[in-house]
DNA sequence: CTGAAAGCGCTTACAG
DNA sequence: CTGAAAGCGCTTACAG
């Protein structure tokens, strides 16, 4: 009779308790549940019993009753972008995939939220619902919502960016440095004027790139020019715009501030027959698979996206399960330099 | 002393139960129930005098507890390929967008994990910890092992694609057709010799895709050429030799099964010199930002991907929530014609 | 090392 | 229309 399960696989709906166990091995709930789970003193041959019905019968605890005593969901959340200009850039499912990875290894799960500009609502929703452990943000604003809302509230959290708060875990690359260092690399390898067009300044990563590029004019003793720098261009309008003004002011090199920018420049300036690297030199930031097959080559910084993911879901399960440390993750960034820069 | 809840935003960990709103209403956790779900016949005071209670202290029922009384997660599955080749194109985070913005609307959060070529383990985990009421396959491969062991152990799911098995909903752009309906433009344009490049077999799409290629040479009278023909090309290396194969038989167009082999032809004829469209016209599926935004613009089969995941949503929460329609969901297509082809 | 029992916060027959 | 009570399947003090 108890042998009915025999060689079955599992099948859905079939489920075997606690209770169960506890029933067919002839010792007590509390004794299979501290079994399972290790807590607690318990017997070795118990324990193995245990274990080895466990196995033949592939008994899986309720997730539900878990959770009801525990209060841990085994979920972290994931807010993903939803505004229009993410979707040109693998960007977030790279990002996406690399905490599905450490998620999986470390037996969690991955809910993805998604975030407009600053509307948080199905964050909170997902926050309110109980339905994670914590939170992973995947990039900061100007006055973000999401992050003063979980600082609020306590909710566990880590920001794949940067911030001045240093109480909030975060996972970034130097990307002020990287551009730095990419900018003084141009200039030492000869070019004479080069310009910027960046993304929206409302994402604190423009700034930092932004910044970087000041840095290496100054050290380099060379002042801004006011007619070589574009924020905020975060339209192809406004980007074409950018490069004529660029074309019209002599630089020779233009510096862009993400992938998606880039190949707008490069698509128009194909359109108007300047070609690149003769007439302009172009390089830009977060080495996608499209600058590294584009002809020719693109310069550019890259950054293993994957990595910021899975970094990001190790340090926030951690945050989670009580290491409390806080420090900045900084992963690697290498600098390709290829033709468009030759 | 009930009012030191008063004005107060939610705050994380401070819970009120139903078994509170009882006591401080005075009627029974029943009725408080009742009220909240609507179920059963409950007095229109009550009703009201719960639902102002729940909206002033912003009460949340508990996510397991609720769980636990109905086996219900709210949650959906999104199985997401883990392959080394889907990162470089945005495919999966549209439609994983589009999936996330019903679910929001119906209640439901996403839950995605991955599915390395045929190893579907952690598909099942996620379903044999119970943490998903229903699934969503973004693909189909040839001997799908993920939609075997859905369909076996009678989890719901849906399939993004195309299957034989017709109890299975699916949800698919007729992707034959749409090829079909390009190549016989491109003939009825005064092309001359139509190439094809297609991606592993081992997706069924694919094989979809050329079978209209197929046809539509031979609605033309056209017999097949099998040196214009080079499947399974997956890696850049088979890419170009196909290329390279095509260029000397004097083909004067290539269709392309996807952008991401797409993106590899435009790059190597530019290389070799060869200019599109005048000594090469080109095509593609899928019609992604980059052939869009490519010089010059490229002819493309353009399918919504955001469209397939809202539409995949509905359908698998229409069949959790007992709506057993299981009608194939046919999306639509457009043919843009561009200067590639001109 | 093990058991009996209470508790987590819902839902839902059953009875009225 | 409403209440008292049992039940969902775990965990964990408490007692031995």
């Known amino acids: 009779m108890e042998e009915n399960n025999e060689g079955k696989d599992f099948l859905y709906g079939n489920k075997i308790t606690i209770a169960d166990i506890a029933e067919n091995l002839g010792v007590s709930k509390s004794t299979v549940s501290r079994a399972i789970s290790g807590k607690g003193r318990i017997g070795k041959d118990t324990t193995k019993k245990v274990y080895d019905y466990i196995e ?28 229009v200009n993410v979707g040109n850039t693998p960007f977030f499912q790279g990002l996406l995939l690399g905490v599905c990875e450490v998620a999986a290894a470390l037996d969690y799960d991955v809910i993805v939220t ?5 509307d948080i609502n199905l964050l909170k929703r997902l926050v309110e619902n109980n339905k994670v452990d914590g939170i992973i943000l995947t990039r900061n604003l100007l006055n ?19 911030c001045e708060d240093e109480s909030i875990i975060q996972i970034d690359n130097n990307h002020l440095e990287a551009c730095e260092k990419l900018v003084s690399l141009l200039l030492a390898d000869g070019v004479k004027k080069i310009a910027m067009i960046g993304g929206d300044r409302k994402h604190i990563v423009n700034r930092y790139r932004s910044e970087g590029y000041y840095k290496a004019l100054n050290n380099y003793g060379l002042g801004i020019e006011h007619e ?28 862009c501030t993400d992938d998606v920018i880039c190949g707008r420049v490069l698509s128009f300036l194909r359109d108007e027959g300047i070609s690149v690297p003769e007439n302009m030199k172009i390089a830009s930031f977060y080495d996608s698979y499209h600058l590294e097959t584009h002809n020719p080559p693109v310069t550019a910084i890259g950054i293993s996206v994957e990595d910021l993911g899975t970094e990001a879901g190790k340090r926030l399960i951690g945050l989670i399960d009580g290491s409390n440390n806080n420090k900045k993750s900084i992963l690697d960034y290498e600098i390709h330099l290829r033709r468009s820069t030759k």
Chains 1, 2 share one sequence.
């Open 56 to 83: 033949k019968y592939n008994y899986k605890p309720n997730y539900f009753a878990k959770g009801l005593a525990t209060s841990k969901t085994y979920n972290i959340g994931v807010a993903f972008p939803a505004d």
């Open 114 to 118: 998604t975030v407009k500009d600053s």
């Open 144 to 162: 973000d919502m999401a992050i003063s809302y979980l600082s609020e509230n306590g909710i566990p959290f880590v920001l794949v960016g940067s």
């Open 228 to 255: 070589l720098v574009f924020l905020d261009c975060y339209s192809p309008v406004f980007i074409e715009q950018a490069v004529r003004n660029i074309v019209k002011s002599k630089a020779d090199c233009i510096v």
